[in-house]
């Protein structure tokens, strides 16, 4: 359920341009770019747009991908899962389910313990060690 409604001209006031694109239009950065991509830190990343916390340091693993890669959420209800057609292929977007901001997409070819692999695209997170 999205809780925080704001207009495009409000989140374009509080994201950076690189933000808006991913967070509000469904944008990707190009693979290897993102500061998180090959961060080691402990600690956790939360929604750029709202701050909601998303994904832990603890399920982050390096999927050799370029984008920065979970196998789990924080906790249940973090993210909304949609069908994306887009592209050419039928995947599963990630979206944030406070503000409803796209962080990535979902593919069944994770690592144990759930399968899953969260591709999320740095723009969409901050973090907090």
């Known amino acids: 359920m999205i809780t ?6 409000e989140w374009k006031k509080k994201l950076t341009p690189e933000q808006y694109k991913i967070l509000r239009e469904e944008g990707t950065e190009a ?3 993102g500061k998180y991509h090959d961060n080691h830190d402990k600690g ?3 929604c750029a747009g709202c701050g909601a916390e998303l994904f832990s ?3 982050k693993f390096d999927s050799g991908t370029g984008w920065p890669s979970f ?8 993210v909304e899962l949609r069908e994306d057609a ?3 292929m039928t995947r599963m977007e990630v979206t944030c389910a406070r503000c409803g901001g ?6 069944p070819d994770g690592p144990k313990p759930t399968g899953q692999r969260y591709c999320i695209n ?7 060690k």
């Open 86 to 88: 887009s592209g050419g």
């Open 102 to 107: 796209h962080l990535g997409h979902v593919f």
């Open 71 to 78: 196998y789990e959420v924080a906790h249940s209800g973090a």
């Open 4 to 9: 925080i409604n704001k207009t495009n001209q």
């Open 57 to 59: 340091s603890n399920a």
């Open 122 to 128: 740095s723009g969409a997170l901050d973090f907090s």
């Open 31 to 33: 693979a290897f770019t």
């Open 44 to 46: 956790r990343y939360v």
